[in-house]
């Protein structure tokens, strides 16, 4: 059998009728690229995995039974995967033409880079930012705490993880490139030990791309890929901002010293602090701040513990002999 040149993983979860319009604009644009699509449904009550099947039946459909969440769904869609390459996309996006066959060629020519992301739009084809970040830091999570990051957004003195007001429009190396479009090769993401099964949705990208900056892997932007994207299609909901925090504190737990990490954990606190006071004072009718804050307790232990408070499920099992490992 051929090996493909990529296999397309996007985890669906209640977005039946995004999921398959993505993955026609998969199949659509690919040129003339030899292409797997693998889409792992999570549990979703919405005929997903039927109706995937029945729009596009050349493509393999793994039904979880369950939310996986998005590291663990990622990590079973690319234990099928046949591709050299493997391109996480989510199911909200929209491959726009000729993107995928110039994303594999750059990345083919330039082996140099080890994970490489695009550049995403919103439908009326302005920049929508969210394809890449800075890392945090503990100046960036300062001003986090003190609201300087929103006061002066897109500043690169004060909202430093934003990249400041580039426009994702010329090469460049990043820190993170997130999950919505990053593409790595096959071996490669075999080698990393795949997605930290611990995080359940948020925040698994960026320890993904500092594990790979540990290992020497270089993260690039390359605008010629493009996908239309609408951002936070299948998380949607109250418990989103929780889900957020809680991805951002495991990323600093796994990442940073305990120390510099307990100072972190306190900085993102006292910006949700700050956030639900100001909701309190100007007498908001919708506080979701405030929401983020009474939560604290199920949030600012990270994953897998925020998993469990958050959704009252139970704790994830150990990952299987042969699974890709947890970090």
Known sequence: MQTPDVTVVIVNYETRDDTIACVASVLEHAGRLEEQVVVVDNGSRDGSAAALRAAHPGIDVIEAGENLGFARAVNRGVS?????????????????????????????????????????LREDLTLEPSSCWGAPTLWSLTMYATMLSTVFRRSRVFDPESLGSWQRDTIREVPIITGCLLLIRRDDFAALG????????????????????????????????????????????????????????????????????????????????????????????????????????????????????LFGRPLPEPAAAGSPPAR
């Not at 951002?231 to 809680?246: D, E, N, P, T, Y």
Request: positive net charge; hydrophobic residues 45%.
């Open 194 to 309: 795949g997605m930290d099964e611990d995080f359940f949705l948020y925040g698994e990208d960026a320890e993904f791309s500092m594990r790979a900056a540990a290992r020497g892997m270089a993260r690039v932007v390359y605008p010629p890929a493009a996908i239309i994207h609408t951002v936070g299609g299948s998380s949607a909901g109250s418990s989103k901002g929780s889900m957020v925090l809680a991805g951002k504190v495991t990323y600093l737990e796994k990442t940073w010293s305990p120390r510099r990490a307990a100072v972190g954990v306190l900085l993102l606190k006292a910006g949700v602090a700050v956030r639900a006071a100001l909701e309190a004072a100007t007498r908001r009718s919708n506080r979701p701040w405030s929401t983020v804050w009474r939560r604290r307790a199920d949030w600012g232990s990270g994953y897998p513990h925020a998993e469990a408070a």
């Open 80 to 120: 099928v995967a046949r591709g050299e390459f493997v391109l996480l996309l989510n199911p909200d996006a929209i491959m726009l033409e000729d993107s995928l066959p110039r994303l594999i060629a750059f990345a083919r020519e330039n082996p140099q880079y080890g994970i490489v992301g695009g550049r995403t």
